[in-house]
């Protein structure tokens, strides 16, 4: 008897302990099946944008450091425990592949439609991918039944707007106060909620939305700060001081705001909905003013590109690539290496690195509770 008891207080311990470690390592038991993505240069390194190599001129021909893995919704996936969605360009329509995921992102999207480049991808074109995906379902699964993996176990994932911002502040028409940049937060953040919305009455009820990060720190706009006072005078601009655009953050600020109070207001109204916003701008600026702490050396150059005398060139050749890309914030001109996205992607899962960054919860519950 005593034999026994003592076999079930081994058992109960090595229970314990494993049930601990799960828990520590964020295990996650739960339905989610897919995860839709929409977005633009922070979802796709270019696979899933038409003529890629054509479109994007000079600002980067590899926006990603290495392949689709460095990006944030992949290290998401990966935690949630599915596969990466597939570029929609490379799905055949089965629903055996849709109901895995697909990613609608394409490099250089907007929210607003592009008239300068009218092949990059706005908002409303990767609406309209998502709906032949629901209809492409419907059609093979039965209605009923493809509402119901819609709803139930299904995650939709949307970062937009940084290009819209970057299209306005290299236009140089964001100029201050009463500016077309205020009056584009608005605009933008109408266009999101739509698509909610949309996306709503089509049965999606998990969405995670993430902010934008601060442009005004981006290697483009702080070469195009520090070099306007470049005076020969050797001021503390000139021997490297991290000088960022506060006028640019102040937009991409006002963006988020906007776009989180809404989305506060939909989740009251759309009752049986869950919807996260994840401000990726205030870690970033956690980790671009205390680098040390978390092994960064260099929060102002791009890893991948070059200064030209007419202003900065994107990363044209992974030869023009750094010798370390993990000591970099900046991977190009505007998007982040895989390290900063690595530090992103724990603390929106569990909320324990730099914590309160998804909002009202973390990724990590909102998957447990499907």
């Known amino acids: 008897m005593m034999i026994n008891k003592m076999k079930f207080n081994v058992f109960l311990h090595i229970v314990t302990t494993i049930f601990i ?37 000079n600002l980067s021909l590899h926006p990603c450091e290495g392949p689709s893995s460095s990006l944030l919704p992949h290290l998401l996936a990966k935690k949630i425990g599915v596969s990466y969605p597939i570029p929609f360009y490379s799905q055949n329509g089965s629903s055996e592949v849709l109901e895995r995921g697909v990613n609608l992102g394409s490099t250089g999207a907007t929210i607003l439609s592009n008239p300068t480049d009218p092949l990059l991808q706005s908002l409303n074109q990767q609406l309209r991918q998502a709906f032949e995906i629901f209809q492409l379902l419907q059609l093979e699964l039965g209605q009923e039944t493809a509402n119901e993996f819609i709803k139930s176990s299904t995650l939709f994932y949307l970062s937009f707007g940084k290009d819209d911002y970057i299209n306005l502040f290299r236009s140089k028409s964001a100029k201050g106060p009463g500016s ?29 939305f993430m902010g934008i990060l601060p442009l005004g720190c981006a290697p483009r706009f702080l070469h195009s700060t520090n070099g306007s006072v470049n005076d020969g005078r050797g001021g503390g601009r000139d021997r490297g001081e991290m000088v960022c655009a506060d006028d640019l953050n102040n937009f991409v600020l006002e963006y988020n705001s906007f776009l989180e109070q809404r989305i506060v207001r939909l989740g009251m109204k759309l009752s049986d909905a869950q919807l996260i916003f994840c401000d990726v701008y205030r870690p970033m600026m956690e980790i671009i003013n205390n680098p040390n702490t978390y092994g960064i050396k260099n929060v102002k150059n791009a890893c991948c590109g070059e200064v030209i005398d007419t202003g900065m060139s994107g990363c044209m050749s992974m030869n023009m ?3 370390d890309p993990s000591s970099y914030v900046w991977w190009d001109q505007f998007n982040t290496g895989h390290v900063v996205s690595s530090l992103i992607a724990d603390s929106a899962w569990s909320g324990e690195l730099l914590p309160d960054i998804c909002r009202p919860t973390t990724i990590q519950s909102l998957i447990s509770s499907i």
């Open 321 to 323: 690539a750094c010798e």
């Open 180 to 208: 077309d940049a205020e009056k584009l937060s608005r605009i933008l953040v109408d266009q999101m909620t739509n698509a909610i919305e949309y996306l709503y009455d089509s049965s999606v009820r998990k969405f995670v």
């Open 21 to 57: 470690k799960m828990v520590n390592s964020n295990m996650t038991v739960s339905n989610m099946k897919a995860m839709y993505v929409m977005g633009d240069s922070t979802v796709d390194c270019g696979e899933n944008t038409l003529f890629f190599p054509y479109l994007l001129h």
